[in-house]
Structures are given as structure tokens and as C-alpha cells.
Nanobody, 126 residues
Framework: QVQLVESGGGLVQAGGSLTLSCAAS????????MAWFRQAPGNEREFVAA????????YYTDSVKGRFTISRGGAQATMSLQMNSLKPEDTAVYYC???????????????????WGRGTQVTVSS
């Protein structure tokens, strides 16, 4: 059974930092693009960042450019999201997602991702 599990969320003051991790089981996703999305209460799920299967290409939504860094690999995580200079508007549930198509291009629409974690809550206080 393929599973994605997010961790690292929590409560932080504005200006602080958090690192989210996504661990995969049942599949390595080493040949698949992956992404982070987020959803705040009352809002639709929105794209945050994506990384290509080889880690060479990344893309960010404008509101997080220069503050968030997506990466993949590492001892305990398939993918990570380093979040710096956090703002109250970053408060949301953050989801890890993987594209089921191997070696695919980066995609930004949630419907293009086949595997999802259950999410981790990030709350930024002002």
C-alpha cells in the first residue's frame, strides 16, 4: 500500500521557521515529481511548491518565493519543505503529493497528483 506521511507541522510565531517532511512507503517515488499543497479553512487547496523527479527543477507559488525551499532525498524523508520567515497567512494544512506519472513535467493543479498524504497543520501566530 502506497502511503505519504507528512510531519513537522506545528505552531510558530511570525518570522519563525519550520521544516516539513514527507515520508513515502510502498513506493520510492524516485522517478516522480512531487509537490506541496496547502489548504486554509474555507479556501481551496492551493499549490505551494513542486520538485522534479531528479531534483533539478523546482517551482514555487509567488507568495512563498524566497522564503520556502523544496528538496527531496535525505535519510528520513522523501521530500522536505523548509519554511522561513513564516507569516500568519501561511497558516494552513500542508499536504505532500506525488505525481503517478514517472519522469513527468512539473504540474501545479491538485488534480494532476495521484498520491496524497493526510496533511500536517502549520499555524503561524502574529
Amino acid at each position: 500500500q502506497v502511503q505519504l506521511v507528512e510531519s513537522g507541522g506545528g505552531l510558530v510565531q511570525a518570522g519563525g521557521s519550520l521544516t516539513l517532511s514527507c515520508a513515502a512507503s510502498g513506493h520510492t517515488f524516485s522517478a516522480n515529481a512531487m509537490a506541496w499543497f496547502r489548504q486554509a479553512p474555507g479556501n481551496e487547496r492551493e499549490f505551494v511548491a513542486a520538485i522534479s523527479w531528479d531534483g533539478r527543477t523546482t517551482y514555487y507559488t509567488d507568495s512563498v518565493k524566497g522564503r520556502f525551499t523544496i528538496s527531496r532525498g535525505g535519510a528520513q524523508a522523501t521530500m522536505s519543505l523548509q519554511m522561513n520567515s513564516l507569516k500568519p497567512e501561511d497558516t494552513a494544512v500542508y499536504y505532500c503529493a506525488a505525481d503517478g506519472r514517472p519522469f513527468g513535467r512539473l504540474r501545479y493543479d491538485p488534480v494532476d497528483y495521484d498520491y496524497w498524504g493526510r496533511g500536517t497543520q502549520v499555524t503561524v501566530s502574529s
